[in-house]
């Protein structure tokens, strides 16, 4: 199976990260399994590119962490979309459509 190249993609792993939040808050390991799913295995994001993305996401206010207890008794760091990282995620939406608008023209059909 054809997986996306990791450059592709780069651009937008922000707002497939802020998409998963959107719901409820969630941890790393969830939120790659969920992208893995969503994907259907065409997008596989690594670990650093996931944590990356949290510690930029959250730096620039989009996103805030906490710890809880998971059911194991483990302690989770989990993430929660603000509402600056709601407006930032409409935004990026857009741009896509932009994006995807003007590539379009340069993709044989």
């Given at each position: 199976?054809?997986?996306?190249?990791?450059?592709?993609?780069?651009?937008?792993?922000?707002?497939?990260?802020?998409?998963?939040?959107?719901?409820?808050?969630?941890y790393?390991?969830?939120?790659?399994?969920?992208?893995?799913?969503?994907?259907?295995?065409?997008?596989?994001i690594?670990?650093?590119?996931?944590?990356?993305?949290?510690?930029?996401?959250?730096?620039?206010?989009?996103?805030?962490?906490?710890?809880?207890?998971?059911?194991?008794?483990?302690?989770?760091?989990?993430?929660?979309?603000?509402?600056?990282?709601?407006?930032?995620?409409?935004?990026?939406?857009?741009?896509?459509?932009?994006?995807?608008?003007?590539?379009?023209?340069?993709?044989?059909?």
């Open positions: 199976m054809q997986q996306i190249s990791s450059d592709v993609i780069r651009g937008y792993n922000d707002t497939i990260i802020l998409f998963l939040l959107r719901k409820e808050p969630s790393g390991y969830e939120i790659s399994k969920n992208i893995r799913a969503m994907s259907e295995d065409k997008y596989l690594k670990e650093t590119t996931l944590y990356s993305a949290f510690t930029r996401l959250e730096k620039n206010g989009f996103i805030i962490s906490f710890s809880r207890e998971a059911d194991n008794g483990k302690r989770r760091t989990y993430y929660q979309i603000t509402d600056s990282g709601q407006k930032y995620y409409q935004e990026k939406c857009e741009e896509w459509q932009l994006t995807k608008d003007v590539i379009e023209r340069f993709i044989s059909q």
